[in-house]
């Protein structure tokens, strides 16, 4: 299983340039992207803009139904009422097994608001020390992982250092 994780940028097209780094450091093989998506959310709009990044999809490509489960929980389900709220709250319980749960979902919605945007990406075979020194300097702050405990408090760290 590769790694999910969310890095939220303080800007709405902040993901978007991180893209141009994650595909440098993919062509440089120092990380697989197995699957990507974004959330850009312009100030003034009432819902954020999703986009899946097929171009990037590796083998491990989670496919557009993940991506739409999890944007629908995150972004879409307060707005539909509490009908459909319970609905996806039951879909979303077979996601805990890759760290998606309560605690993910909430950080994301409290995080993830008009003027920010963050990227999503599912990546495994990562030479983090090299791939976290070029991130460090794209105003990324990390959100969620489903890394052990350990390693996360590692990445946050390293990410502490360079702010």
Avoid at 45 to 73: C, V
Avoid at 113 to 128: E, I, K, Q, R
Wanted: without cysteine.
């Amino acid at each position: 299983m590769g790694t999910l994780t969310v890095w939220k940028f303080d800007s709405p097209d902040g993901a978007q340039k991180a893209l141009d780094l994650l595909r440098s450091l993919q062509k440089e093989q120092l990380i697989r992207v197995n699957d990507a998506a974004y959330v850009t959310w312009p100030v003034g709009r009432k819902k954020p803009k999703t986009e899946q990044l097929h171009n990037m999809a590796g083998a491990g490509a989670l496919g557009g139904s993940f991506w739409g489960l999890l944007f629908g929980i995150l972004f879409f389900v307060p707005l539909l009422g509490m009908a459909v709220g319970a609905a996806m709250g039951a879909l979303a319980g077979s996601m805990s097994d890759v760290g998606i749960d309560d605690d993910f979902i909430r950080g994301v919605r409290e995080n993830v608001t008009p003027g920010t945007s963050a990227l999503f990406v599912m990546t495994s075979d990562a030479v983090a020390d090299k791939v976290l020194e070029q991130f460090k300097g794209s105003g990324a702050s990390l959100l969620s992982t489903n890394l052990s405990n350990e390693q996360e408090a590692r990445l946050r760290e390293a990410f502490a250092e360079a702010e």
